[in-house]
């Protein structure tokens, strides 16, 4: 599906770094809105009774509505980092100075995918100009086993081999070039094992990496045998490569008396200082973690990133000096994980309307050797494998199948989109039984009156859908192109099109309870600018700047006069990772808890000085105004340093009211949900498999929007990763193991030219109903399952491609590249 040059008047929009968004000239009618420089961000009409910024920066974005014009937050701000990042002077980590006697580190890995580890002779490598040292499992100084909860990896292969790529050893050189060639030359005895390398031969072996999950609600098997229709079929949703654009990286730097700092490519710093210390045997005070921002993370940062960090500090340990190790892009493919790969059996009962009585689901996820961040994962997948309908009688298996593979991991939705695509997968199949619109069948299942509670027990009190999806339909003319591409494919015998809409729920905090909490340092300094500290990290998304957006309206002053640092674990201890598309809420949240109390104290000095209330003062524009006098804000800040005024102050938030018992899998583990839908139309040329996305148009939930173009171009980046997922980019491995899809040139991400003329985003005027900082929601994920209306718009041009039997089920295995579709139209 990829095209190397863009529609005509394309133009190109910064989704994050790493994930590029892009799109088209602007429908006519849509507005046009600057989200940074050099990114442009396109938004349609604002739906009705939404606001528009006017003038100055963000215009035509739709704002939001109660927001003051002068106020930081519902304003289109530049990403903070835009302007060096076009100029080239936004600094990655192999863009830091390197102190002087730093080595550099490169990877020797396994050939074979499961084996026993008999020997490794480095006498060659050694051998050659600039090689310092082989670093082993031998050399390590702490625990041999990673910390990650299973214990079930080693820092370093010890006596056994589980994947092609997993990681023996390193070799240091006084040069990149010097490592890599001397890793080439290692020489490696390794005694092949049987190999398990798909999903169905790790379920006949009952191979897993942690035990089977059911859940639960109603009965099933009455709901099947009770139906009035009845369908069962098979699915299988690939993996899909993070491609970042900054690799895996870390710099190990030793310091005195027993510190050290790690510079890590990383969205959890916290973890990487958890698993560098108990690698070296340090307690975690002596070992500092800092990122000021990641070129693209996705997920493939969470954990992924926590192994460079301990490969290379074990390195420096071992030499006494400071250690890099960057993977090249091909190292970077065939060792970390990916996206897990699920395969589903389904048996689905429904009534005459569509609505489903009864769902019997089996989802197997393939998680590779180890355990990873497997479990949280394939339990995600079972809480939204209803998306946006209610199941009253489901009965769900979930497995988690171990392979001789990578470790597949996080990677953004976390599990969500493999749930996602099951249930509407399954609604589409239903409709074309039915004869029916899907539309309507979705419409019918939709969570409504005596029907909003879920398979795992949470009300949801929050739904926008059944307002929504009409509202979309309208917009988008659902109804009339459905129409028209019925009469279009009536004459077009080779090229068919296809359109659907399908909706979006994501719950929104991490699962895992714990981890949601979250906290920040504000610093007022004498001069009224200001700095702040949290625990979030920056890899494209927007968080810093809509954190200092949210610090500025706290403190009343314009967004130039605060300044986000790196994330830092000397500064925020125990920070939770920028993941589950929470950054801003918890971040956002602590930040302006900790902005607040600067400017409580500051008030509080005030009041007594003009004899008023505290609730009385104002803090706004630079300035601060009581009943009595107007100050600028600088001038009150040097009053109060002069009375020994305390002018920051720590924030600490922890999200309210969610809870989840993970023996059950019931409760409440999501503060809110978010919603959205999409409208997607596609050709496809029946004799080739080819297909093209011809339109895309959007209605999403984002609440009370902090930052609109940000906003819409993670919506576009998401959407457009998504549809590569769905589309093009197919991991491959051969019978030995060996991941062949391991370079651009086999591995296709979508382009420019991939992007359809008509991409058109709108943001749904309301605000979040749950109490979340600005009344804003989270954003980062749940665009990405919005693309799941191509893959459906593919599968129903597949359908009127076939010619015969147009209500059978479409088999289209995902990603529906050209040989899938051309399976599917040929009832394979």
């Known amino acids: 599906?990829?095209?190397?040059?863009?529609?005509?008047?394309?133009?190109?929009?910064?989704?994050?770094?790493?994930?590029?968004?892009?799109?088209?000239?602007?429908?006519?009618?849509?507005?046009?809105?600057?989200?940074?420089?050099?990114a442009p961000s396109f938004a349609a009409r604002p739906p009705e009774g939404a606001h528009t910024v006017a003038e100055g920066e963000g215009a035509g974005i739709p704002a939001n509505p109660g927001v003051p014009t002068r106020a930081a937050m519902g304003q289109s701000h530049p990403h903070e980092s835009a302007r060096a990042q076009v100029a080239g002077a936004a600094h990655y980590i192999d863009d830091l100075p390197e102190l002087k006697g730093t080595l550099y580190a490169a990877p020797i890995v396994s050939t074979v995918a499961h084996g026993r580890l008999d020997g490794v002779d480095a006498s060659a490598a050694m051998a050659l100009p600039g090689v310092r040292a082989v670093v082993l499992a031998a050399d390590v100084p702490g625990d041999k086993m990673l910390a990650a909860p299973e214990r079930d990896e080693p820092v370093f292969a010890i006596d056994s081999v589980q994947f092609v790529g997993q990681v023996i050893g390193l070799v240091v050189a006084g040069s990149v070039q010097q490592a890599r060639r001397a890793a080439r030359a290692v020489k490696l005895d390794i005694t092949a094992l049987p190999a398990i390398l798909s999903v169905p031969d790790a379920l006949a072996a009952d191979s897993h990496v942690l035990p089977p999950v059911s859940l639960r609600r109603g009965d099933a098997a009455r709901g099947l045998a009770q139906a009035q229709h009845r369908l069962s079929g098979r699915l299988e949703v690939g993996g899909q490569e993070h491609f970042y654009l900054e690799g895996q990286i870390a710099y190990a730097l030793p310091l005195e008396q027993g510190q050290w700092c790690i510079h890590s490519s990383t969205q959890h710093p916290g973890q990487v200082q958890h698993w560098v210390a108990q690698a070296l045997g340090l307690e975690r005070h002596a070992v500092h973690v800092q990122c000021r921002r990641l070129g693209g993370g996705f997920g493939g940062k969470e954990t992924q990133a926590g192994h460079l960090a301990v490969w290379a500090a074990v390195a420096a340990h071992r030499l006494g000096c400071p250690v890099k190790l960057r993977l090249a892009r091909d190292e970077d493919f065939i060792i970390t994980g990916k996206r897990h790969p699920f395969c589903y059996q389904y048996d689905v009962g429904f009534d005459d309307t569509g609505r489903i009585t009864g769902l019997r689901l089996q989802m197997a996820a393939n998680c590779g050797f180890s355990a990873d961040l497997s479990g949280p994962v394939a339990d995600r997948a079972l809480f939204h494998c209803d998306n946006a309908y209610y199941l009253s009688d489901v009965e769900l298996t979930s497995y988690r199948c171990k392979t001789h593979t990578q470790s597949h991991t996080a990677f953004r939705g976390f599990g969500g989109p493999q749930g996602v695509i099951v249930i509407e997968t399954i609604l589409g199949d239903i409709a074309r039984a039915l004869g029916q619109d899907a539309q309507d069948v979705r419409l019918r299942n939709l969570y409504g009156e005596g029907r909003s509670v879920t398979h795992y027990q949470m009300p949801v009190q929050d739904n926008i859908l059944p307002a929504l999806l009409p509202q979309l339909e309208r917009q988008a003319r659902y109804r009339q192109r459905r129409q028209e591409i019925a009469h279009w494919n009536a004459r077009?015998?080779?090229l068919k099109r296809g359109i659907a809409l399908t909706p979006v729920k994501f719950g929104i905090s991490f699962?895992?309870?714990?981890?949601?909490?979250?906290?920040?340092?504000?610093?007022?300094?004498?001069?009224?600018?200001?700095?702040v500290n949290h625990g979030g990290t920056e890899m494209g998304q927007g968080l810093h700047t809509k954190?200092?957006?949210?610090?500025?309206?706290?403190?009343?002053?314009?967004?130039?006069?605060?300044?986000?640092?790196?994330?830092?674990?000397?500064k925020i201890p125990n920070a939770s990772a920028t993941a589950a598309s929470s950054g801003t809420d918890l971040n956002g949240r602590a930040a302006q808890i900790a902005a607040r109390q600067v400017r409580d104290n500051l008030a509080a000095y005030l009041s007594a000085l003009d004899g008023c209330a505290a609730h009385d003062i104002r803090f706004e524009d630079g300035q601060v105004r009581t009943p009595r006098q107007q100050r600028r804000f600088d001038a009150v800040v040097q009053a109060a340093y002069a009375q020994r005024i305390q002018l920051w102050s720590d924030g600490f938030y922890r999200t309210p009211g969610i809870h989840y018992d993970k023996a059950t899998l019931t409760g409440q583990p999501f503060f809110y949900f978010a919603y959205g839908a999409a409208c997607s139309e596609v050709v496809l040329d029946t004799l080739t498999g080819e297909n093209r996305v011809l339109k895309v148009d959007i209605l999403h939930d984002v609440g009370r929007s902090i930052n609109p173009a940000i906003d819409i171009g993670q919506i576009e980046g998401g959407f457009v990763q998504g549809m590569g997922w769905l589309t093009t980019e197919q991991l491959q491995w051969d019978g030995q193991g060996r991941l062949t899809t391991h370079a651009p040139s086999t591995y296709k991400i979508p382009?420019?030219?991939?992007?359809?003329?008509?991409?058109?985003v709108e943001l749904w005027p309301e605000a979040n109903r749950a109490d979340t900082v600005g009344a804003s929601k989270a954003v980062g994920e749940p665009p990405l399952m919005l693309a799941i209306s191509v893959f459906e718009a593919l599968r129903n041009a597949v359908a009127a491609g076939r010619g015969t039997d147009a209500q059978a089920p479409v088999a289209l295995n995902a990603p529906a590249t050209a040989e899938n579709l051309l399976r599917a139209l040929s009832g394979q």
């Open 1 to 38: 599906m990829s095209a190397a040059r863009p529609p005509e008047g394309a133009h190109t929009a910064a989704g994050g770094e790493g994930a590029p968004s892009f799109a088209a000239r602007p429908p006519e009618g849509a507005h046009t809105a600057a989200g940074g420089e050099g």
């Open 492 to 494: 077009s015998p080779v």
């Open 511 to 531: 699962t895992a309870t714990l981890f949601n909490q979250a906290g920040a340092l504000v610093h007022v300094y004498t001069d009224g600018s200001v700095q």
């Open 547 to 570: 954190v200092a957006q949210i610090v500025a309206d706290e403190l009343g002053l314009p967004l130039h006069r605060v300044q986000v640092t790196a994330s830092d674990t000397s």
């Open 751 to 760: 382009t420019t030219g991939d992007i359809p003329a008509h991409f058109r």
